[in-house]
């Protein structure tokens, strides 16, 4: 899968820029506040997913425009294609000539990663962005996921609504059960997903960061349960599910909220049996969320049998020259787009294009 040609205008401060990008690795240099996440960002919406960024969509578009316009040449699937993307009141997808009906559509279409230093929120923040970072993985690979996604989280709004009106009208008590019912339904297919995902996933990230750290420390993935729903069975783990909301009625009738469900559940990241994020380095949380991008990747490859495009943000401050030469070796076979202020920082990159960054225009050196 490779970028052939990228358009971009008034997305945040990039008014207008074009690129066409090499099949291998593109540098992005520049000063800082000049646009090269944004341009990566701009990539990145091509997935479908929401911004690694923000969560409106309206901070995406210039302050001097009503919408942002994002259109891209890609190479998938053993043919040209074009996807268009318009930010405004909402998102239009385009693809092939062929309008979509939501971006639920065009996930799974264009395949990507994203690293930025953002993305060390997995591991230094709480349970909320690694719930995150499985969905999004889950649903580029499993489009049908983030429909199953959405149907729980709107199931479980209904039943902490519920939790609250019961207290002034005890009537509504038997209608808990249709909604715990929809809950465990679609929490039994979310826990078997997630659990699935990581079993692949640790895979690969056992054999990245053991390079990353030239095989000094060990790094352990593992699906972290408040309340642990066990079966071997899409069934077993809905009747579970299902007795466990039933448990936890009493509970959740005074705190007004639902307590249990993959909506509480943990990414566990330990090195060296230790949780990361409260005892590893700055050097270990960054090379673990590292270990965690390229193992998606990874996955990615290996379940659909097409490199995903990787977009890598800063990805060699703060890392040694062994871990940069390690990451510039192990993704030597992929497009990739590295953003740097100076692109001396990959000067062990030998084959490649460099693309220089200023106030919103990106040109080719």
Excluded at 49 to 55: I, L, V
Excluded at 264 to 293: C, E, F, M, V, W
Aim: glycine share 6%; aromatic share 10%; charged share 25%.
């Amino acid at each position: 899968m490779n970028v052939k040609h990228l358009e971009v205008k008034n997305f945040r401060n990039i008014e207008r820029t074009t690129i066409d990008p090499c099949d291998g690795v593109n540098i992005i240099y520049g000063e800082n506040a000049q646009g090269k996440t944004n341009l990566l960002e701009s990539i990145w919406m091509f997935t479908g997913c929401r911004s690694f960024r923000s969560s409106k969509d309206s901070e995406l578009i210039n302050f001097n425009s009503k919408t942002a316009n994002l259109s891209m040449d890609f190479f998938a699937r053993d043919r040209d294609q074009n996807a268009y993307l318009e930010i405004g009141e909402g998102r239009k997808f385009i693809l092939n000539g062929v309008k979509m009906k939501s971006s639920n559509q065009i996930m799974g279409e264009f395949l990507a990663v994203i690293f930025s230093p953002v993305h060390l929120s997995l591991v230094k923040e709480g349970p909320y962005e690694r719930r995150r970072f499985l969905d999004i993985a889950i649903s580029q690979l499993k489009p049908k996921y983030a429909v199953t996604l959405s149907q729980y989280n709107k199931a479980i709004a209904q039943r902490n609504v519920l939790l609250k009106d019961i207290q002034l009208h005890s009537e509504l008590y038997d209608t808990l059960d249709i909604w715990e019912d929809r809950i465990a339904f679609f929490a039994s297919e979310i826990i078997r997903q997630r659990l699935g995902y990581i079993n692949k996933l640790s895979f690969y990230t056992d054999e990245i960061y053991s390079g990353l750290s030239s095989g000094k420390e060990k790094l352990d993935i593992s699906y972290n349960q408040q309340t642990v729903v066990v079966g071997d069975t899409k069934h077993e783990l809905y009747e579970n599910m299902k007795n466990q909301l039933y448990q936890s009625r009493k509970l959740d009738l005074v705190t007004g909220f639902t307590s249990v469900g993959p909506h509480r559940d943990d990414l566990s990241i330990k090195i060296d049996r230790l949780p990361a994020r409260n005892y590893g380095s700055q050097g270990q949380q960054r090379s673990a969320a590292l270990s965690l991008k390229l193992g998606e990747a990874a996955v990615i490859k290996n379940f659909s049998d097409v490199q995903p495009v990787a977009l890598l943000d800063d990805v060699m401050s703060e890392l040694d020259t062994g871990r940069q030469n390690y990451i510039l070796n192990h993704i030597k076979d992929w497009q990739v787009f590295i953003t740097c202020c100076d692109p001396a920082a990959v000067k062990n990159l030998k084959y490649g294009m460099k693309l220089e960054m200023k106030d919103g225009i990106c040109k080719k050196k």
